[in-house]
Each structure stands twice: as C-alpha cells, then as structure tokens.
C-alpha cells in the first residue's frame, strides 16, 4: 500500500521559514517523481515545485522561485520542501504526490497523494 505523509507544517511569521517533509512508503521511491502542490481557502489546488524521479531536474511556480527549494533524498524515502521568507498569501494546505518516472513538471500524472499538512503564514 502505498503512503504519502506530509509533516512539518504550521504557524509562522512573515519572513519565517519552514521545511515541510515528505514520506513515501510502499513504492520504489527512486523511480517516482514528487511534486508539491498547495489548495488555499476558496482557491483551486495549485502547483508549487516538483522534483524528477532521477533528482536531475527542478520545477518552480514562477512566483516561488528562490524563495522555496524541493531536496530529495532517496536514502530516506524523503523529499522535503524547504520554505523560505514566507508570506501572508503561502498559507494553504500542502500536499505532496508521486509520478512514476515523473520529471516533476506541474502537469505530470500524479497517481498517489497525501493528506496534506496546513501551513499559516501570519502578518
């Protein structure tokens, strides 16, 4: 059974930061691409990075870029989603998916999901 756990997640001030983490089970990690995505209150889901099954390749939303980092690790099931200089408009719930052989573009087959875990961002 495959499991997708998020953690991490929570209160912070603007200008803060947080890493949000990813935990696969039950699939060959090393073959799947991992994307976050975030849903805010009243908005549609929307992409925020992804990261290629082989780890070679980044993608952004292009309004985050340099502000938040995806790193993998293989050894440890794990992709994390590092947030930095966090504002008012990042809070939203984050989830995290996985595609087989993904190259962790937005628009890739995301086949597993996870629960999801809330990020607030105050002023």
């Known amino acids: 059974q495959v499991q997708l756990v998020e953690s991490g997640g929570g209160l912070v001030q603007a200008g803060g930061s947080l890493r949000l983490s990813c935990a696969a089970s039950?699939?060959?990690?090393?073959?799947?691409?991992i994307g976050w995505f975030r849903q805010a209150p009243g908005k549609e889901r929307e992409f925020v990075a992804g990261v290629s099954w082989t780890g070679s390749t980044n993608y952004y939303e292009d309004s985050l870029k340099g502000r938040f980092t995806i790193p993998r690790d293989n050894a440890k099931n794990m992709v994390y989603l590092q947030m930095n200089s966090l504002k008012p408009e990042d809070t939203a719930i984050y989830y995290c998916a996985a595609c087989s052989y993904g190259t962790g573009h937005g628009g890739n087959a995301y086949e597993y999901w996870g629960q999801g875990t809330q990020v607030t961002v105050s002023s």
């Open positions: 039950g699939l060959t990690f090393s073959t799947y691409a």
